[in-house]
């Protein structure tokens, strides 16, 4: 394995190990400045922007509806300035967990039902000037739904979510 592949690994492993444990000088080593995460389409505004502080709003936003999150990596491969890593993301719904839409705004809000789940995640990282600079996911969103008891939806997970939404939208801005 040459060195460009060996780096390659390391960063993805430690994306990983951050999005678990958040550590500024961390992120500052391994999240270029100009960094963006194509999956911050359906999360707050502030995961939308570039570099360390977006990715921390990722992180907060996760953390706070999820507790115990850790991405188990079943494999790892890397080729030039790409590297992907197919994962289990694993955790427990401790609050309630809500999604944004285009405008910023939002969308919808699921509310905990205490569950645990493991849904399984590739994530594809591209690496510029030996950090990350671009990040996607492809996720077993409706496994994960599933699991937590969001799909199919009762009536009485319908309603705790309106008012966990009602709720939100009094906290958030």
């Not at 961390?26 to 389409?41: G, K």
């Not at 992180?59 to 030039?80: K, N, Q, T």
């Not at 285009?102 to 000037?129: C, I, K």
């Amino acid at each position: 394995m040459d060195t460009r592949t060996t780096t390659a690994h390391d960063l993805a492993r430690r994306s990983l190990l951050l999005m678990q444990q958040w550590d500024d000088r961390e992120a500052t080593a391994i999240i270029h400045p100009d960094a963006a995460n194509d999956e911050a389409v359906s999360e707050p505004p502030a995961a939308r922007g570039l570099g360390p502080a977006a990715f921390k709003a990722t992180y907060d936003w996760l953390h706070a509806a999820f507790e115990g999150l850790r991405w188990d990596i079943e494999d790892l491969v890397a080729e030039g300035d790409l590297a992907v890593a197919r994962t289990v993301m694993r955790g427990r719904q401790v609050a309630p967990f809500a999604t944004y839409g285009p405008d910023g705004r939002m969308a919808q809000v699921f509310a905990s039902n205490g569950r645990s789940f493991a849904a399984s995640q590739t994530h594809w990282y591209r690496l510029a000037e030996g950090r990350i600079i671009g990040h996607a996911a492809n996720r077993d969103d409706l496994g994960q739904a599933r699991q937590l008891g969001w799909v199919p939806p009762s009536p009485a997970f319908l309603v705790r979510s309106a008012l966990a939404k009602r709720r939100l939208r009094g906290t958030i801005t």
